[in-house]
T-cell receptor, first 116, second 113 residues
Framework: AQSVTQLGSHVSVSEGALVLLRCNYS??????LFWYVQYPNQGLQLLLKYTTGATLVKGINGFEAEFKKSETSFHLTKPSAHMSDAAEYFC??????????????FGQGTILTVHP | EPEVTQTPSHQVTQMGQEVILRCVPI?????FYWYRQILGQKVEFLVS????????KSEIFDDQFSVERPDGSNFTLKIRSTKLEDSAMYFCASTRTGSYEQYFGPGTRLTVT
């Protein structure tokens, strides 16, 4: 079984400030981890993913995340927030292979607000 | 860039009616999924589909739900007798063999009155 917990349903930052969105996961198999972004009235867009290899992964729009197995975490960061980053962010986990191929389990989502 | 498309964007139906939500996955993708997002809640997995059969389904996906790939391009979700609690945004996703990166469509907002 897999689960994802996103700490903080709302995060507010000033433009130019560091963005940190927290994600912890639980998985009985080696996890594949994802961050998706959802802009108002739009679908889910993949920001970045971790499958294997380097634990620090870079994504689109200047975001990055680090897989920390010991902490079961996959926090999303961006050094400097931009107004256009305002959206809802979802962390998700999937397991490798078997009948659960690719099935994503999502966290509750974090709404990011960016103030001028 | 290829993308997943979904129709309609918004569907309003009366309780007890049947609805069919349509999706066109990316053409070389072989794994297909439906998810739903009730307003204010997390995105939930409904069903995965591969090689013309269901690979896995969640407990939400009961006998009222069915999926079909009627031709080489469409992937549909049917709800036989809609309930008020079926009101949600329904997302279709697809991925190719060997990849865990799912591409999502823009969603269909289903409103059951």
């Amino acid at each position: 079984a897999q689960s994802v917990t996103q700490l903080g349903s709302h995060v507010s930052v000033s433009e130019g400030a560091l963005v940190l969105l927290r994600c912890n996961y639980s998985s009985s198999v080696p996890p594949y981890l994802f961050w998706y972004v959802q802009y108002p009235n739009q679908g889910l867009q993949l920001l970045l993913k971790y499958t294997t290899g380097a634990t620090l992964v870079k994504g689109i729009n200047g975001f990055e995340a680090e897989f920390k197995k010991s902490e079961t975490s996959f926090h999303l960061t961006k050094p400097s927030a931009h107004m256009s980053d305002a959206a809802e962010y979802f962390c998700a986990v999937s397991g490798a292979g078997g009948t659960s191929y690719g099935k994503l389990t999502f966290g509750q989502g974090t709404i990011l607000t960016v103030h001028p | 860039e290829p993308e997943v498309t979904q129709t309609p964007s918004h569907q309003v139906t009366q309780m007890g009616q049947e609805v069919i939500l349509r999706c066109v996955p990316i053409s070389n993708h072989l794994y297909f999924y439906w998810y739903r997002q009730i307003l204010g809640q997390k995105v939930e997995f409904l069903v995965s589909f591969y090689n013309n059969e269901i690979s896995e389904k969640s407990e939400i996906f009961d006998d009222q739900f069915s999926v079909e790939r009627p031709d080489g391009s469409n992937f549909t979700l049917k709800i036989r007798s809609t309930k008020l609690e079926d009101s949600a945004m329904y997302f279709c996703a697809s991925t190719r063999t060997g990849s865990y990166e799912q591409y999502f469509g823009p969603g269909t907002r289903l409103t059951v009155t």
